[in-house]
C-alpha cells in the first residue's frame, strides 16, 4: 500500500519561502519519478513540477524561477522549494510517484496547505 505525506504548508507573505516536503511508502522510491501538483480553491488540481528517477526536473511555466523540486532517496523524499511566493499560489499542494508519466489517481496524500497573503 502505497502512503504519500505531504508537510511543510503554512500561511505566508507574498515574496516569501516554503519548503514542502513529502515522504513515501510502499514503493521504491527510487525507481520512480516523483511530482508536486496543486489545487487552488475551486478550481482543478495541475502539476507544478516533476523530478525524474535520473533527477530531471520540470516545472510549470507559473512557477520556473521560483520554485525547486528535489529528492533525496536515502530518506524516500521529495521536497518542493518556493520562493517568491505570490498570492495566485494559494492551494492544497500534492505529492504523487508516477507512472507512464502519469500520477496514481489512488495514492494521494492529504496534501499540505499553502496561504499567501498579507
Known amino acids: 500500500q502505497v502512503q504519500l505525506v505531504e508537510s511543510g504548508g503554512g500561511l505566508v507573505q507574498p515574496g516569501g519561502s516554503l519548503r514542502l516536503s513529502c515522504t513515501a511508502s510502499?514503493?521504491?522510491?527510487?525507481?520512480?519519478?516523483m511530482a508536486w501538483y496543486r489545487q487552488p480553491p475551486g478550481k482543478q488540481r495541475e502539476l507544478v513540477a516533476s523530478?525524474?528517477?535520473?533527477?530531471?526536473?520540470n516545472y510549470a511555466d507559473s512557477v520556473k524561477g521560483r520554485f525547486t523540486i528535489s529528492r533525496d532517496n536515502a530518506k524516500n523524499t521529495v521536497y518542493l522549494q518556493m520562493n517568491s511566493l505570490k498570492p495566485e499560489d494559494t492551494a492544497v499542494y500534492y505529492c504523487?510517484?508516477?507512472?507512464?508519466?502519469?500520477?496514481?489517481?489512488?495514492?494521494w496524500g492529504q496534501g499540505t496547505q499553502v496561504t499567501v497573503s498579507s
Open positions: 504523487n510517484y508516477l507512472i507512464g508519466g502519469k500520477p496514481d489517481l489512488s495514492s
Open positions: 510502499g514503493i521504491i522510491f527510487s525507481r520512480y519519478g
Open positions: 523530478i525524474t528517477s535520473f533527477a530531471t526536473t
